[in-house]
Antibody, heavy 121, light 107 residues
Framework: EMQLVESGGGLVQPGGSLRLSCAASGFTFSDYWMSWVRQAPGKGLEWVASIKRDGGEIYYVDSVKGRFTVSRDNSKNSVYLEMNSLSAEDTALYYC??????????????WGRGTLVTVSS | DIQMTQSPSSLSASVGDRVTITCRASQNINNYLNWYQQKPGIAPKLLIYAASNLQSGVPSRFRGSGSGTDFTLTITTLQPEDFATYYCQQSFSTLFTFGPGTKVDVK
């Protein structure tokens, strides 16, 4: 069964840091772009970051540039999101998602269950 | 950045109804538009990609159409399991953006 499992969320103080992990199984991880998408409580979806199959291209939403870093380890079938200088606005459920990136068609066809990040003092 | 809007923001419908949700992009995105369904407490699920392509395993009552700036998701015959929130997402730019969502609830 194809699966993505996020971990690493929790309660962190404003200005703090957190590292999220996403473990993939059931498919060839290195064939896919991987992304992080977040959802603040009661709100809509917001794309956060994406990383190419080999890690050679990375994109971020403006609001996290300079604070968040996405990386991957294809030998461990895992993608990571390092989050620094966290603020209350970063409080959200963070989903890991897979993107086949076939030709110019980009879409998120497999999602994890998410890991909750709460930024509060 | 490309902004996405959806209308309506919510609608009430009955089982068997035909439901139409509209998504508009702030600029031409060709057909790089995807649709997702999300139920409370559950991760989003891909329904339609590239405006009109049905994702594997998704019932054929879900139909996507449109190109350029205006897109539509139609549920031809609403089923009980279709009450959910629907999001569009543009993939023309790698700075992906989602629409604000349309909640479909029971009339």
């Amino acid at each position: 069964e194809m699966q993505l499992v996020e971990s690493g969320g929790g309660l962190v103080q404003p200005g703090g840091s957190l590292r999220l992990s996403c473990a993939a199984s059931g498919f060839t991880f290195s064939d896919y772009w991987m992304s992080w998408v977040r959802q603040a409580p009661g709100k809509g979806l917001e794309w956060v970051a994406s990383i190419k199959r080999d890690g050679g291209e990375i994109y971020y939403v403006d609001s996290v540039k300079g604070r968040f870093t996405v990386s991957r380890d294809n030998s461990k079938n895992s993608v990571y999101l390092e989050m620094n200088s966290l603020s209350a606005e970063d409080t959200a459920l963070y989903y890991c998602a897979r993107d086949p990136a076939m030709g110019k068609d980009w879409y998120f066809d497999l999602w994890g269950r998410g890991t909750l990040v709460t930024v509060s003092s | 950045d490309i902004q996405m809007t959806q209308s309506p923001s919510s609608l009430s419908a009955s089982v068997g109804d035909r439901v139409t949700i509209t998504c508009r992009a702030s600029q031409n995105i060709n057909n790089y538009l995807n649709w997702y369904q999300q139920k409370p407490g559950i991760a989003p699920k891909l329904l339609i990609y590239a405006a009109s392509n049905l994702q594997s395993g998704v019932p054929s009552r879900f139909r996507g159409s449109g190109s350029g700036t205006d897109f539509t998701l139609t549920i031809t015959t609403l089923q009980p399991e279709d009450f959910a929130t629907y999001y569009c997402q543009q993939s023309f730019s790698t700075l992906f953006t989602f629409g604000p969502g349309t909640k479909v609830d029971v009339k």
